[in-house]
T-cell receptor, first 113, second 115 residues
C-alpha cells in the first residue's frame, strides 16, 4: 500500500524545472506532499483531495489524477532552497483506514547554483 | 507559536536495552502521531492518538513498543527490549483536527542507534 515515487533522485541547476511522480495501486482519497531537509523535520507543502484538483504553492504546484491514482509535483524555476527529499503520502480511504498516511520512499532533489 | 518538541535528539543504546522518547505537540492539537523513519525510507506510522485515546496502533510492534498519551497532551514512546532493526529516527507529529484532515506538524525527531 506504500506509494511508488519516481525518480529516486534528481539533480538540477538553479532555474531548471522538475517533476516528481507518485503512484498508488489503491484508490486514493487524498495525496499529501512534504519536503524534508537533511536532519530536519518534514514540512507540509500541500494536500490534494480526489477530484483532479491542482494546487500551487509559490513556484511549486501539484496535480492529482484520480483515475490513474497518480499525483505529480511540479517545481518551476528551482531555487537552491528547494533541495531536500520530497515525500508523497497517500490516504487510501478514510473510512476503512482511519486516515492513515502511507509515505513513499522519497525523491532526493539537489539544486546546484 | 512553538512547534512540536521532542527529546532526546539522539540516543545510542545496545541491543536488549530500553529507551523512551518524549513528545510535546503544538498546544491545542488533538491528534498526535508517532512515525518511524528508517534511513532512506519514508515515515511509517506506528501509532495515532486522538486526545488521549488510541485511534490506530495496527503497525506498532506491541511485543516491544508501547506508547501513551496521558491527559491528552504530551506522549512517550518506549522500546523494550531494543533490536538492531529499531535503529531509526522517531518522528512525532501533531494536527489540530481529526485523522489526516490536513497538515501534519512534525518535530525534528529522535535518532536512535542500536548497537
Amino acid at each position: 500500500q506504500q506509494p511508488v515515487q519516481s525518480p529516486q533522485a534528481v539533480i538540477l541547476r538553479e532555474g531548471e524545472d522538475a517533476v516528481i511522480n507518485c503512484s498508488s495501486s489503491k484508490a486514493l482519497y487524498s495525496v499529501h506532499w512534504y519536503r524534508q531537509k537533511h536532519g530536519e523535520a518534514p514540512v507540509f507543502l500541500m494536500i490534494l483531495l480526489k477530484g483532479g484538483e491542482q494546487k500551487g504553492h509559490e513556484k511549486i504546484s501539484a496535480s492529482f489524477n484520480e483515475k490513474k491514482q497518480q499525483s505529480s509535483l511540479y517545481l518551476t524555476a528551482s531555487q537552491l532552497s528547494y533541495s531536500g527529499t520530497y515525500f508523497c503520502g497517500t490516504e487510501i480511504w478514510r473510512g476503512s483506514t482511519l486516515g492513515r498516511l502511507y509515505f513513499g520512499r522519497g525523491t532526493q532533489l539537489t539544486v546546484w547554483p | 507559536e512553538a512547534g512540536v518538541a521532542q527529546s532526546p535528539r539522539y540516543k545510542i543504546i545496545e541491543k536488549r536495552q530500553s529507551v523512551a522518547f518524549w513528545c510535546n505537540p503544538i498546544s491545542g492539537h488533538a491528534t498526535l502521531y508517532w512515525y518511524q523513519q528508517i534511513l532512506g525510507q519514508g515515515p511509517k506510522l506506528l501509532i495515532q492518538f486522538q486526545n488521549n485515546g488510541v485511534v490506530d496502533d495496527s503497525q506498532l510492534p506491541k511485543d516491544r513498543f508501547s506508547a501513551e498519551r496521558l491527559k491528552g497532551v504530551d506522549s512517550t514512546l518506549k522500546i523494550q527490549p531494543a533490536k538492531l532493526e529499531d535503529s531509526a529516527v522517531y518522528l512525532c507529529a501533531s494536527s489540530p483536527g481529526s485523522a489526516n484532515t490536513g497538515e501534519l506538524f512534525f518535530g525534528e525527531g529522535s535518532r536512535l542507534t542500536v548497537l
